[in-house]
């Protein structure tokens, strides 16, 4: 039996006791915007990147109810497991694999180097322009 994808490698990222209940932790990568990792009251564990598909708000600083977050910026509701915004809001952000085991959460590696790497956070205010030298 072939599959598309390799195996999943995990990367250890902390314990499942270092997430705030109801709250996050964020994952840097060397390309690309952070990952939040979640943690609710039932003891799940989800990782989403940390930008709402609505205008670009840090998801892990916003309030985590049930499988939901909602965005601090414009109270979008968010699902864990899947990313998705909620109706009447449309839209979707990246969701990553999470494994946990033994206490400890791990994330996919190949996942955190390929995934929505090219995405930004939009910039706040008037756009700048540098004067060239």
């Known amino acids: 039996m072939s599959t598309n994808h390799p195996a999943p490698e995990w990367k250890l990222i902390c314990r499942v006791d270092d997430i705030p209940v109801l ?7 060397p390309l690309g915007l952070d990952v939040a990792v979640f943690r609710n009251d039932a003891g799940g ?3 989403l990147l940390d930008r709402c598909p609505h205008k670009g708000g840090p998801l892990s600083q ?3 109810f049930g499988t939901q977050v909602a965005c601090p910026m414009h109270n979008w509701t ?4 899947d990313g998705q ?6 839209g979707c ?3 990553f694999a999470v494994k946990v085991e033994g206490g400890s959460v791990y994330l996919d590696t190949h996942e955190l180097a390929t995934v929505a790497t090219d995405l930004t956070r939009p910039m706040a205010g008037p756009a700048r322009r540098v004067a060239a030298a």
């Not at 709250?23 to 990568?29: A, D, M």
């Not at 968010?78 to 497991?81: D, E, F, S, T």
Request: a positive charge; aromatic letters at 4%; glycine letters at 12%.
């Open 23 to 29: 709250g996050s932790r964020r994952v840097t990568r």
């Open 45 to 47: 564990v989800f990782a």
């Open 62 to 64: 916003g309030i985590v």
């Open 78 to 81: 968010i699902g864990l497991c």
């Open 85 to 90: 915004a909620s109706a009447p809001d449309e």
């Open 93 to 95: 952000t990246p969701k």
